[in-house]
T-cell receptor, first 113, second 112 residues
Framework: EAQVTQNPRYLITVTGKKLTVTCSQN?????MSWYRQDPGLGLRQIYY???????DKGDVPEGYKVSRKEKRNFPLILESPSPNQTSLYFC????????????FGQGTRLTVV | GQSLEQPSEVTAVEGAIVQINCTYQ??????LSWYQQHDGGAPTFLSY??LDGLEETGRFSSFLSRSDSYGYLLLQELQMKDSASYFC?????????????WGLGTSLAVNP
């Protein structure tokens, strides 16, 4: 089954404790991205990757890091989480760019206390 | 700056037709997409328009007018399960960047 898998689905952590949210897709897609979704602010892109070892900043990259060492995986790293990073996070992948159909993971609800 | 505007809420009854508009101000426009999201769930792709005109997929249609920087999503024969948020998104190019800019979403409530 074609899918994007994120883990964990829910996470509560404390300020400053490094964490990683994993994202994996099994569709051999080139383009992957991370979004955060906050009430009233819609979906905002954090980082995206057009292919292995090619990543770039989206609209809200501060406080986040990503890597793309393999085509299927695109982890999101919060080196020192802060409460303003409490949000719902989505990973997405698409075949060849942001205008092609994007498949989203089920989301990670992160709370930083 | 770059922005997309869509209504925040729309209400309709089962069986009716509803149109959700999206106007955009962006640079390097490359196409308009629509996504559906049920409460707390993952967004799912509905349609993509790169050229002017109407694209039809079952009960859903999407329209684009590039000259007017405007598009809409048309939902026909509304069902209760269509109650969800609907987002328009525009692909833009900025230098080497290829990004999607998203609207804030339209919450559709379908009543019996």
């Amino acid at each position: 089954e074609a899918q994007v898998t994120q883990n964990p689905r829910y996470l509560i952590t404390v300020t400053g404790k490094k964490l990683t949210v994993t994202c994996s897709q099994n569709m051999n897609h080139e383009y992957m991205s991370w979004y955060r979704q906050d009430p009233g602010l819609g979906l905002r892109q954090i980082y995206y990757s057009m292919n292995v070892e090619v990543t770039d900043k989206g609209d809200v990259p501060e406080g986040y890091k990503v890597s793309r060492k393999e085509k299927r995986n695109f982890p999101l790293i919060l080196e020192s989480p802060s409460p303003n990073q409490t949000s719902l996070y989505f990973c997405a992948s698409s075949l060849a760019g942001p205008n092609t159909e994007a498949f989203f993971g089920q989301g990670t609800r992160l709370t930083v206390v | 700056g770059q922005s997309l505007e869509q209504p925040s809420e729309v209400t309709a009854v089962e069986g009716a037709i509803v149109q959700i508009n999206c106007t955009y101000q962006t640079s390097g426009f490359y196409g308009l997409s629509w996504y559906q999201q049920h409460d707390g769930g993952a967004p799912t792709f509905l349609s993509y328009n790169a050229l002017d005109g109407l694209e039809e997929t079952g009960r859903f249609s999407s329209f684009l007018s590039r000259s007017d920087s405007y598009g809409y999503l048309l939902l026909q024969e509304l069902q209760m399960k269509d109650s969800a948020s609907y987002f328009c998104a525009v692909r833009v190019n900025a230098g080497n960047n290829r990004k999607l800019i998203w609207g804030l979403g339209t919450s559709l409530a379908v009543n019996p």
